[in-house]
């Protein structure tokens, strides 16, 4: 009976956050500045290397890990701009 209470208590916990929540809210903040994306992978968010995103954005871009996630829009702007191989 105690468990059964707790395991409900629990869900009415996590289910109340989700609701506080955005739907649409990432995890991973995009790195350039200014942009309110999300830089998720669930996202279409991708990692540019620091160089690329330099080229880009100069440095108004958050550098983590040696990469600047961006999200899915940063990343197509980069990518017209930056003519690539395997652009769409
Ligand atoms: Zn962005």
């Known amino acids: ?3 059964k209470a707790r ?3 629990n869900k009415a916990k996590t289910g ?3 609701k506080k ?3 649409k809210t990432g995890k991973e903040p995009c790195g350039v500045n200014g ?5 998720d992978s669930t996202m279409g968010g991708r990692s540019l290397s620091v160089t690329d995103a330099e080229d880009m954005w ?3 871009v958050v550098v ?3 990469r600047v996630r961006v999200c899915k829009s940063c990343y197509r702007s980069w990518k017209k701009t ?3 191989d395997d652009y769409y």
Do not use: I, V
């Open 16 to 18: 109340d956050d989700e």
């Open 82 to 84: 930056n003519k690539q």
């Open 21 to 23: 929540k955005d739907a």
């Open 64 to 66: 983590r890990k040696n």
């Open 58 to 60: 100069g440095k108004s």
């Open 35 to 39: 942009c309110e994306g999300w830089a």
């Open 1 to 3: 009976m105690g468990f």
């Open 7 to 9: 395991a409900r208590a």
